[in-house]
Every structure is written in structure tokens, then in C-alpha cells.
């Protein structure tokens, strides 16, 4: 049985994910934003465990690691949380760019550094959820892109430096997929919403268990997947 740390788990593909892997037995570590989400999520989700930190305040997450049992072994760690403000260059003030950056970007380095250790131990594949937006940038998506963007660069700086230690890396590239997060910026862009149209959390779900799934004498570096119909 694997164990998993997973962000992201309570909607879209991060709740498609941990739902499969719920599913199958394997142990769970769900990071919660405070104690009421972690609550939801270990009743939603039974024999999970939980760990308390505020993605949107990476400076504290040291201090509250600190103050839980940080689980000693991590099979695979799973950045799927993320979070979109659209809008031009000339109207996006330090605020937006911070929140996007510390969510998206900041946060997974910093729960990467912290579990670091553990994640040598056990040898663990690591994996963060990109977007399309991670490879090219688009008019109104600057903040996102760059934070995904920049998401990439951690990735395959990861990647190279851990190689030696066991960890394979991941980088996962969803065009758009069918979740709350994509109803939020087709209201943004002023487009109806039509969640047919674009691709089904769990079949992202299933690429990303792929690659965890994976045998240990291969691994997959970037995977994009787009709509299919």
C-alpha cells in the first residue's frame, strides 16, 4: 500500500485523484488550508490523514509543519491545488500576482523543500499539475502563466537535482478540464459554460496515476493532455 500527500483534494482533479486512490486502499496525507477543511476531508475521505497549511501563505508553512506529525514516509507527493485570476497586464495589481504566484509556484516549493527529506527516503515520484498555460501565455493570463511557467522551471530544476536520490518528477499539462476552477474563468472571459465540452477530471486523474503507477525503471518528465473532443 503507497502513501500519497495530496493538495487540492477537495474538488476538481485533485478530489478525482484522491478518490482513485482512496478507492484502491492506499494510504492518503491530505493537505487542508485549517483544521475545519481537514475535517471535511478525513470524513469525506475515511482513514485519511490530514496536515494543516495554508497554501496561500508559503511563509508559514515551516512553522505549521512543525507543529504536526510530518508522516515519514511519502510515496508520491502531489501538487494538484491551484488557483486563476484573469485579466490584462495594465489591471492586474501586486496583490493578484502574489496570490497566484504564492499558490501556485511558491507553496509547492516550499512543501517540496519541507518533505525533502522523506521524499529521498522513500524514493518518491513527485508531481505537479501544470496547465497549458505553463507553456504558452495567453492575453488576460499573464499572473496565471507565469506562476505555471515558472511551475515548469521548478519541476525540471527538481528533476535534475534529485534524480541521483531516487525522486522522479513529474509535470502534468491539462488544457481545459471540467472543474469549478474552469466555470470561474469562463465567467471571467464573459463566455458561457459548457462542462461537456472540455476534458473530465478523472481522465486527467487517470494520466496522473500513470505516471505514479509507473515501474521504477522508467519515468515520465512532461505529459500534456488536451480536450478530445
Known amino acids: 500500500m503507497a502513501t500519497h500527500l495530496i493538495t487540492g483534494a477537495g474538488a476538481g482533479i485533485g478530489a478525482a485523484v484522491a478518490n482513485r486512490l482512496h478507492a484502491r486502499g492506499d494510504d492518503l496525507i491530505l493537505l487542508a488550508r485549517d483544521a475545519a477543511r481537514a475535517r471535511q476531508l478525513v470524513e469525506r475521505y475515511p482513514g485519511a490523514r490530514t496536515l494543516v497549511g495554508d497554501l496561500a501563505d508559503p511563509d508559514r508553512l515551516s512553522w505549521a509543519f512543525s507543529h504536526q506529525a510530518v508522516p515519514d ?116 472571459e464573459g463566455k458561457e459554460y459548457d462542462p461537456s465540452a472540455w476534458i473530465d477530471p478523472e481522465s486527467v486523474a487517470t494520466t496522473i496515476l500513470m505516471a505514479v503507477d509507473l515501474p521504477r525503471d522508467a519515468e515520465v518528465n512532461d505529459l500534456t493532455v488536451r480536450p478530445g473532443r
Open 73 to 188: 514516509r511519502i510515496d508520491s507527493l502531489l501538487h494538484i491545488a491551484g488557483i486563476v485570476e484573469l485579466g490584462p497586464v495594465g489591471e492586474l495589481g501586486p496583490k493578484t500576482w502574489h496570490e497566484q504566484l504564492n499558490v501556485n509556484l511558491v507553496a509547492p516549493a516550499e512543501v517540496t523543500r519541507l518533505l525533502l527529506p522523506t521524499l529521498r527516503a522513500s524514493k518518491a515520484t513527485v508531481v505537479f499539475v501544470n496547465s497549458g498555460a505553463g507553456l504558452n501565455a495567453h492575453a488576460d493570463w499573464s499572473a496565471y502563466a507565469a506562476s505555471k511557467h515558472g511551475l515548469k522551471a521548478l519541476a525540471d530544476s527538481l528533476r535534475a537535482e534529485e534524480r541521483a536520490n531516487g525522486i522522479r518528477v513529474t509535470s502534468v499539462y491539462p488544457g481545459r478540464t471540467a472543474t469549478a476552477m474552469q466555470a470561474k474563468v469562463h465567467s471571467q
